[in-house]
Nanobody
Framework: VQLQASGGGLVQAGGSLRLSCAVS????????MGWFRQAPGKDREFVGHVIWSDGSTYYVDSVKGRFTISRDNAKNTVSLQMNSMKSEDTAVYYC???????????WGQGTQVTVSS
């Protein structure tokens, strides 16, 4: 499975940004697609995930109500729509694919998101 994240950039606080993750290769191996982020000097943290089969989602509290993860089965893409962005959302964002056990085995290269206050 190969993952290619895109869509990062600079946005003002309160603004929106949409990230995309293109999935190729053995896509059936990707049961769950997750988004993670890593801010400077901090550990990588989980943001949320979507289940390929039924589109159900989960988010951490810090982004709940502001971020939305969706998938397009026909295009094999997963998106992260980020609204009402805050400076603390500044990070490198990664998409990742997990097997049915929830182990994230495949990672994209990361895309930088910077929120200016």
């Amino acid at each position: 499975v190969q993952l290619q994240a895109s869509g990062g950039g600079l946005v003002q606080a309160g603004g929106s940004l949409r990230l995309s993750c293109a999935v190729s290769g053995r896509t059936l191996s990707a049961y769950r697609m997750g988004w993670f982020r890593q801010a400077p000097g901090k550990d990588r943290e989980f943001v949320g995930h979507v289940i390929w089969s039924d589109g159900s989602t989960y988010y951490v509290d810090s982004v709940k109500g502001r971020f939305t993860i969706s998938r397009d089965n026909a295009k094999n893409t997963v998106s992260l729509q980020m609204n009402s962005m805050k400076s603390e959302d500044t990070a490198v964002y990664y998409c990742a694919a997990a097997n049915p056990l929830g182990t994230y085995l495949y990672w994209g290269q990361g895309t930088q998101v910077t929120v200016s206050s």
